[in-house]
Nanobody, 120 residues
Framework: QVHLTESGGGLVQAGGSLRLSCVAS????????MAWHRQAPGKQRELVAT???????TYADSMEGRFGISRDNAKNTVWLQMDSLKAEDTAVYYC??????????????WGQGTQVTVSS
């Protein structure tokens, strides 16, 4: 039984900053790759950033330079620092993780999402 819980969303003015958090909990053997995705109203879900268990990061082109992903393996936590926010960043942000529940079994999990609203 594994759960991902996001927090930190809210309303912010354009140019402002937010930091999202995601904590994995439950029967966890090891958390492997973690990622943030987002889904704006009327649009498909898109990848925002990824981070491996070793700390290697990737970003979508529109986010690199403004967003930063980081993690603490000891806390099973991943963060998304968002700076210079734009109205187009308004979306529900979802945490995603590949989690081993045993030495030989890995599953992909999604959080419930946290709303980020950026006012123009």
């Amino acid at each position: 039984q594994v759960h991902l819980t996001e927090s930190g969303g809210g309303l912010v003015q354009a140019g402002g900053s937010l930091r999202l958090s995601c904590v994995a909990s439950g029967a966890i053997y090891k958390v492997n790759n973690m990622a943030w995705h987002r889904q704006a109203p009327g649009k498909q879900r898109e990848l925002v950033a990824t981070i491996t268990s070793g700390g290697i990061t990737t970003y979508a082109d529109s986010m690199e330079g403004r967003f930063g992903i980081s993690r603490d393996n000891a806390k099973n936590t991943v963060w998304l620092q968002m700076d210079s926010l734009k109205a187009e960043d308004t979306a529900v942000y979802y945490c995603n993780a590949d989690v081993q529940v045993s030495r030989n079994y890995e599953f992909n999990y999604w959080g419930q999402g946290t709303q980020v609203t950026v006012s123009s």
